[in-house]
């Protein structure tokens, strides 16, 4: 236990190491908006999540996922200025040394204006119940076409819960050094957001597989042991739903799930390898 806390631990450091590092040469944020004033003059800009502001000089790109670029009249752009899930706002006299990329998102514009509004509460109480039917629906059709999966990965965080933690951490940490780096390459924007699909996919199935196992567990305390898997999940959803309703505790389990069923996603994975190499060597 204490040589994994000390691994961990170095990993951790030499990741916020690499994080002040680049941020000290550019801008890289995650859910916090950017703001170059006039008297500023950075490298570059990115940001995933939130919104970006140019008053003053920006060398090379400036690249928003899932925010705005807003170019005031002293912007100036050395290179690409690029928008993925919002928009660019350009005013007379902003400078743009390249192109222009926007991918807007349809309607998100007029979300975000309704979210002001007095019945905006009410609105997303029943926004987060169907958004959690949806995904709920989702969940069931994928658990019933490959069952296999969810199967494996439970059963990996059940028997390795400290590897699955081990992984699941390592594998948060690299996310960030990993984004910064592919970023910076001649074809950055795409394997980004390949990036951000794969792991995507790794959070839903490892959270499916997770609450697969907390059904499963549920359902031994009720003495029902022989539910199908789509009862269980459907159970284990369900519990984790109503839970994350819960201040702090229901935020903690839903972020200990995700952690541990992307965890058992990775042990997965290495573990199949591994077996493939065995049984090729045999």
Not at 33 to 48: A, L, P, R, S
Not at 54 to 75: E, F, R, S, Y
Not at 206 to 231: C, M, T
Request: proline share 3%; net charge positive; charged share 15%.
């Amino acid at each position: 236990m204490k040589k994994y806390f000390q691994i961990t631990s170095g990993i951790l450091l030499l990741a916020l190491f690499l994080i002040c590092d680049a941020q000290a040469k550019e801008i890289v944020k995650f859910g916090s908006d950017v703001i170059v004033d006039n008297n500023m003059t950075v490298k570059e800009v990115e940001v995933f999540g939130a919104n970006i502001t140019v008053n003053g000089t920006v060398q090379k790109d400036v690249v928003a996922i899932g925010g705005d670029v807003l170019l005031g009249p002293t912007a100036k752009v050395g290179k690409e200025v690029i928008s993925i899930g919002g928009a660019i706002h350009k005013e007379p006299g902003a400078h743009i040394g390249d192109n222009e990329v926007e991918l807007n998102i349809p309607g998100l514009s007029s979300l975000i204006g309704f979210s002001t509004t007095t019945n905006w509460v009410g609105w997303a109480l029943t926004f987060k119940i169907f958004s959690f039917i949806g995904f709920v629906a989702l969940a069931l059709v994928i658990v019933a076409v490959i069952p296999k999966p969810f199967g494996l990965i439970s059963t990996n965080v059940q028997q390795n819960t400290l590897k699955a933690i081990l992984l699941g951490v390592l594998g948060l940490v690299a996310l960030v050094p990993l984004a910064i780096f592919l970023a910076i390459t001649i074809i950055g924007l795409p394997l980004v957001a390949l990036e951000i699909f794969i792991v995507g996919i790794a959070f839903l199935v490892g959270y499916i597989a997770i609450a697969q196992l907390v059904g499963d567990k549920i359902a031994v305390l009720l003495k029902r042991p022989a539910l199908n898997a789509l009862w269980v999940t459907l159970l284990g959803l369900l519990t984790l739903w109503l839970i994350g309703w819960v201040p702090v505790i229901g935020s903690v389990v839903k972020a200990v799930a995700i952690l541990l069923g992307f965890g058992g996603v990775l042990a997965t994975l290495f573990t199949s390898r591994k077996r493939v190499r065995v049984e090729n060597a045999l």
